[in-house]
T-cell receptor, first 110, second 114 residues
């Protein structure tokens, strides 16, 4: 059983576009939801976290969690070439063991 | 800005050898983690460590693996007898006591088993 599903892409958008990244999951006990950005050959960098359902905004980034649909999203507004990276979702029920998606590769074209 | 550091950046070892991967977590963090990422695959949780003991571990973390915090700054992952399938990037992460889920990752150690 795949705990977390994420479309690997690749996703290519023009600079300034709104990007929507999504993950679905099967374990209804998950309550911690994270988004990481990973550049090539680097460690994941924490972008956003959300506890339980709802929205969270931080600058150009908005994270949404819909627990009833087991679906989470990350929106990037006014995308920049520097946003080009792989975006990983991760989730947990305990806050310790996180289950990661495969990552979505994003390229923002100037 | 404080960050998690890991050494070495790349380790090559022969099958059956023991390796120790080292991490220096962020200084005021209390929770420590190891993850691995096989090339082209998902990041996978190995183990979490708090208050000098393992708090959670995955099925991957079998008897070949062990973790230790030998002093106040280092956190190590030991693989006793490496196998070819242990080849991967190994990431250390740490988090504070108040936000255990906000895990900050190091740059990783690339382990190649030949």
């Amino acid at each position: 059983q795949k705990e977390v599903e994420q479309d690997p892409g690749p996703l290519s958008v023009p600079e300034g576009a709104i990007v929507s990244l999504n993950c679905t999951y099967s374990n209804s006990a998950f309550q911690y939801f994270m988004w990481y950005r990973q550049y090539s050959r680097k460690g994941p960098e924490l972008l956003m976290y959300t506890y339980s359902s709802g929205n969270k905004e931080d600058g150009r980034f908005t994270a949404q969690v819909d627990k009833s649909s087991k679906y989470i999203s990350l929106f990037i507004r006014d995308s920049q070439p520097s946003d080009s990276a792989t975006y990983l979702c991760a989730m947990s029920n305990t806050g310790n063991q996180f289950y990661f998606g495969t990552g979505t590769s994003l390229t923002v074209i100037p | 800005e404080p960050e998690v550091t890991q050494t070495p950046s790349h380790q090559v070892t022969q099958m059956g050898q023991e390796v120790i991967l080292r991490c220096v977590p962020i200084s005021n963090h209390l929770y420590f983690y190891w993850y691995r990422q096989i090339l082209g695959q998902k990041v996978e949780f190995l183990v979490s460590f708090y208050n000098n003991e393992i708090s959670e571990k995955s099925e991957i973390f079998d008897d070949q693996f062990s973790v230790e915090r030998p002093d106040g700054s280092n956190f190590t992952l030991k693989i006793r007898s490496t196998k070819l399938e242990d080849s991967a990037m190994y990431f250390c992460a740490s988090s504070t006591g108040t936000s255990a889920h906000e895990q900050y990752f190091g740059p990783g150690t690339r382990l190649t088993v030949t």
